[in-house]
């Protein structure tokens, strides 16, 4: 995309947003705004020690094959 492109997605943009009523969209929007800030500290520093075991422990399970689909489990869920 060169710079006129970018410039008029830009604008294009601005102006949508600046109609929207819509809360969750704004919502959902500012919340994207929000995972770009601070990009350089990222998220991973923010977690605590137990939320980084656990995502290591779901990783572990995932490179070992210990995956269900989404339909397996739903219909575990759904039979309990």
């Known amino acids: 995309m060169n710079t006129a492109e970018l410039n008029t997605t ?3 943009l601005i102006d949508w947003i600046n ?3 819509d809360t969750s969209l704004l919502n ?3 919340s ?3 995972s770009r800030v601070d990009n350089d500290k990222g998220w991973w520093n ?3 020690p137990s939320q980084k075991e656990n995502i290591k422990l779901g990783l572990k399970d ?3 094959g210990n995956i269900v689909t989404s339909k397996e489990f739903w219909q575990r869920f759904n039979n309990e």
């Open 10 to 12: 830009r604008q294009e």
């Open 46 to 48: 923010d977690l605590t």
């Open 62 to 64: 995932l490179d070992q």
């Open 28 to 30: 959902l929007l500012n």
């Open 32 to 34: 994207i705004k929000l």
């Open 19 to 21: 109609s929207l009523t």
